[in-house]
């Protein structure tokens, strides 16, 4: 596949800069013209394969949650269900704690959300701007701590929350994620792009610390903001290992835990895939929509949209 | 306008005492930056001594691990999992087999498919850019608990994947209960089986030649081709912003001077890649000793612990054996080996002589902190 590919980028390259394909035709190269063409349709057909490759297993996902678990077990390849049924769905609402484990993801995920945005850029506010002893051994001391991988903290994390009494609470499931070093590491990187100039002309006229921040800093930092944003919700929605080790009653599941329990068999007998397939779909529904509002950022990678 | 900076210590007294704009900045500076020392002491650096304690301590798990009734048991715990002989060792050694093929099989593949993705739709003369970028990058944003369920259903015996090996005049295998190692498979078309006397010494963690040279098992290249899946996509995003930097002009010079495709590609493309290939393969190299979260919903190391890890192990004996001891202990070596991998990537990365600064990796990782939340899947 590789080797079909590279000649159409090759002529594509060469004909950008050279002539445009038209030209190169109607001065008679028709081998160029021809090779081009040629090119131009293998590589868009394994772009197609590919994407196919990519898009299949959601679609395949979408159209067996619609299926009776017969179908779905027989017929698992065929996109449009032999007949409709919204079986799963029912059960999701009826048989399984969905609105529960929903409403669960939607608390932690709000707060931490929210909570990590503003506790985030404050802090990064506070170590890009503001002068103060000790602000480069905090600053160093972060950049430390991101070293420290996730799951390397489950069994330290249980023990800590177990601890204090915050283990199975809320609480525990919540304040450990509020801040997210990188976050830090983000704001500050984009704080420093900002001119100075306008935050020392709001100092000068008698604005407090506080108040430039909140008023004259974070309104400029939206792209920044809007980055962490994303990175949050995503990351707490779709947040696993910490749930697991922070919880262990059933009224503390989120869908991540809870739908876990449901692949895991813990819902009696036979595959019940458009069950599972049903509850995949749905847990995956809000991050999409993040994702697809967002997608231009996201996509951005040129080199600014690092900085947010 | 400035005061001098001596006045910025003094400002602790209050914003209106001083007049510069400067003043109250240090006790502002403690104060905005308190909620996240607070925090990341409490559940990032205590947590972390707490658990050093627990791995040197003979704790059991009931009640708190600081009480006078917990003694030190000096390095037992981590003897227990890397000399003892016993069954932990044996089970720990499967884990860091399983990972170590995990790791070779998927760093490459994510890093090869990413960067091919990334060439692809960095042309300009693409139609549908937007379109093929996001139908590779999507598989990236959505949970690993989502995908992995989807896999459980697409790799079922009679499911998607196998009935298109049997369209295609295959028969595919059980996924999710074959154990098999691949590289075992193949040696058994050679008529190499079952542990050849030549290989049945022990190597390694009461582990035999022929057991830590089977390759991943069956299950786990579902696990693999999973993994691959949901990182390319983002692996894709750092290797366009890298050929975005680097521009078209600098190709389109050398195929005009003559060089041929693979000779631009490889020979002038793929160089001024490297700093961001050094990247990619750091953070593949560290996230792939982090994979948690499909283990766990794939039923935590089954069949016959060819998909456990090291991580999973950890979590395991802790939570469910309640050897608390050993698991943190566990945790430790896990984390001793990806400090290993990246200081050692480090090195090399500063042998080549690629000075770039470290805001720039950094940002790229950040950029990319969702890998991380992914399950730890990247």
Redesign the interface.
């Known amino acids: 596949v590789n080797t079909t590919a590279l000649p159409a980028e090759v002529s594509v390259a060469t004909t950008a800069t050279l002539k445009t394909p038209q030209e190169i035709h109607r001065t008679g190269h028709r081998s160029a013209w021809q090779r081009y063409h040629l090119g131009q349709i293998l590589s868009y057909a394994m772009l197609i394969i590919f994407a196919a490759i990519y898009l299949y297993p959601f679609l395949v996902a979408l159209s067996g949650s619609f299926k009776t678990d017969a179908d779905a077990t027989a017929n698992p390849l065929q996109l449009i269900p032999r007949d409709w049924s919204f079986a799963a769905y029912t059960r999701l609402f009826s048989d399984v704690p969905l609105p529960l484990w929903a409403m669960n993801s939607i608390i932690v995920t709000l707060v931490v959300t929210v909570c990590r945005v503003f506790f985030d850029s404050l802090a990064a506010y506070a170590l890009s701007r503001l002068n103060f002893r000790g602000r480069a051994v905090i600053f160093s001391s972060l950049i430390a701590v991101m070293a420290v991988p996730n799951v390397v903290l489950l069994i330290p994390r249980f023990l800590v929350l177990k601890q204090f009494g915050m283990y199975d609470t809320y609480l525990g499931m919540i304040v450990p994620l509020i801040i997210d070093a990188g976050g830090i590491f983000i704001m500050k990187q984009f704080f420093e792009s900002i001119p100075v100039s306008v935050e020392e002309a709001a100092r000068i006229d008698g604005a407090g610390i506080f108040r430039t921040f909140w008023t004259i800093v974070l309104p400029m930092a939206r792209p920044a903001l809007v980055t962490l944003f994303i990175l949050s919700f995503q990351g707490s929605w779709n947040e696993f290992g910490h749930f697991i080790v922070s919880t262990q009653s059933p009224g503390f599941r989120t869908l991540t835990t809870g739908i876990a329990s449901l692949f895991s068999g813990q819902l009696g007998s036979g595959n019940q895939f458009p069950l599972k397939l049903a509850a995949a779909i749905l847990m995956t529904i809000p991050v999409a929509v993040i994702f697809f509002i967002f997608q231009r950022k996201i996509m951005n990678t040129t080199s600014g949209g690092e900085k947010g | ?1 400035f005061t001098p ?1 001596g006045a ?2 003094r400002g602790g007294t209050g ?1 209106h005492r001083g007049n510069g ?2 003043s ?10 308190a ?3 607070i ?2 002491g ?7 001594f ?2 050093l304690w ?1 791995s040197v301590s003979d704790w059991s798990g009931l009640g ?3 009480n006078s009734q917990v003694g030190f048991v000096g390095a037992k715990n981590y003897q227990s999992v890397l000399t003892d002989g016993g069954l932990a060792e044996q089970t720990f050694g499967t884990s860091i087999r399983n990972n170590l093929w995990f790791v070779v099989f998927v760093v490459p593949l994510q890093t090869a498919l990413a960067l ?2 990334a ?3 960095n ?5 549908g850019r ?10 990236s ?14 790799f ?1 015996s ?3 994947v196998n ?2 090996i049997a369209a295609l005049g295959g028969t595919g295998p059980t996924w999710f209960a074959d154990s098999r190692g691949v590289f075992h498979i193949v040696a058994g078309w050679f008529g190499v089986d079952n542990n050849p006397r030549a290989l049945s010494g022990t190597a390694l963690l009461e582990l035999s030649w022929w057991d830590w040279l089977s390759g991943p098992s069956v299950a786990m290249c579902v696990i693999i081709i999973l993994v691959v ?1 949901t990182t390319s ?1 983002t692996f894709m ?1 750092l290797f ?2 890298a050929l ?2 680097i521009g ?1 002009e600098i ?2 010079a050398a ?2 001077d003559g060089a ?3 000779r ?2 490889f020979g002038v493309t793929l160089p001024m890649l490297r700093p961001t290939l050094f990247t990619v393969l750091t953070l593949g190299l ?1 996230g792939t ?2 994979i ?2 499909q283990i ?2 794939l ?1 935590g190391g089954k069949p016959a612990n060819t998909t456990l890890t090291p ?1 999973f192990l ?2 395991q004996t ?2 469910k054996n309640l050897n ?1 001891g050993d ?2 202990a566990i ?2 070596i ?2 001793a080996i ?2 290993v991998l ?1 200081v050692l990537q480090r090195i090399i990365l500063r042998d080549r002589g690629n000075k770039e600064r470290l ?2 990796p ?6 990319n ?2 890998i ?5 899947a990247l």
């Not at chain 2, 042309?123 to 139609?127: A, F, H, N, V």
């Open positions: 306008m900076p910025a210590r914003p704009i400067r109250g900045e240090g006790r502002y500076g403690w104060l905005f930056t909620p996240a020392i925090i990341i409490l559940f990032l650096v205590l947590p972390i707490l658990a627990v708190s691990p600081v091919f993705l060439v692809q739709v042309r300009r003369l693409l139609r937007g379109f093929f970028r996001t139908a590779f990058y999507f598989p944003v959505t949970s690993a608990v989502a995908i992995t369920g989807i896999f459980l259903f697409l079922a009679s499911g998607a009935q298109i899946f996509g995003l366009l912003a975005q930097n078209a190709e389109e195929l005009v041929g495709p693979f631009t590609f560290i000793w982090q948690f979260d766990y919903i039923g991580a950890a979590y802790s939570f608390w698991g943190a945790s430790f896990l984390f990806i400090v990246t805001d720039k950094m940002a790229r990782l950040l950029r902190e969702n991380r939340s992914n399950g730890g």
